[in-house]
């Protein structure tokens, strides 16, 4: 079921109250890895991962509508960014511009505003991030890079039984969702969304239970 964009906008507000609140009470406290980022395979059991995953960890996730909602309004990421001290909004630019000339980037102003808002997430910390690219902006001493896989007979039955939809229907949504992640990560950050070098830990949800690749995270996570 997809998010309306009213409850989007609810959730984007009262995250923003918490935020606002932990800076007003310098209540933000971040050692090690702080954000998790998951990039998945269409069918492979991305989001109920993320779920899982922030329910044992007290991390709030962050889907990829919510990211788009905010960095589609300019007065939302103002806002976000306003929940930063002036040394997180420091740190945040500098990565920013180290990503940009390290991958080469030319970035747009959608990309500019994506950036800035993953950024700002992260900076916060306590967060999972699905999609959007997040795992080449988020800085490396604070992240943990998750890539989900599932051979694609798995993903059709999957997407399948959660849609309600014919295998060949369930395949044509699974190549159509692959092929647009493919050329986004492609266009706006000049890379591979397969290539497991772009992750920490790559998870098969067809030979390994999602509940036990959940463990294994945890664990990696130190």
Excluded at 28 to 36: A, D, L, P, R
Excluded at 127 to 138: K, L
Excluded at 165 to 180: H, N, P, Q
Excluded at 216 to 222: D, K, M, Q
Aim: a positive charge.
């Amino acid at each position: 079921m997809k998010t309306t964009t009213r409850s989007i906008q609810q959730l984007i507000e009262e995250q923003m109250q918490r935020w606002q609140l932990m800076k007003t009470k310098k209540m933000i406290e971040k050692q090690g890895v702080s954000t998790i980022t998951i990039s998945r395979e269409p069918g492979s059991g991305g989001r109920i991962i993320a779920k899982k995953l922030a329910g044992k960890l007290g991390f709030e996730v962050f889907h990829q509508e919510v990211l788009l909602e905010i960095a589609r309004r300019a007065d939302v990421s103002e806002k976000l960014l306003a929940t930063l001290d002036e040394k997180g909004l420091t740190v945040l630019e500098d990565c920013i511009s180290s990503l940009v000339y390290d991958r080469h980037l030319w970035p747009d102003e959608y990309l500019k505003h994506l950036m800035k808002v993953i950024g700002a997430i992260g900076e916060h910390g306590r967060a999972i991030i699905v999609g959007r690219g997040s795992n080449f902006v988020i800085p490396p001493e604070n992240r943990f890079r998750l890539r989900i896989v599932a051979p694609q007979n798995v993903r059709i039955a999957n997407v399948a039984r959660t849609f309600d939809v014919t295998a060949e229907d369930a395949k044509r949504r699974i190549i159509r969702t692959e092929s647009d992640r493919r050329a986004f990560v492609r266009k706006y950050f000049n890379a591979d969304i397969a290539d497991p070098v772009n992750y920490d830990f790559v998870i098969n949800t067809g030979a390994l239970e999602i509940d036990k690749a959940i463990d294994a995270v945890i664990a990696g996570l130190g």
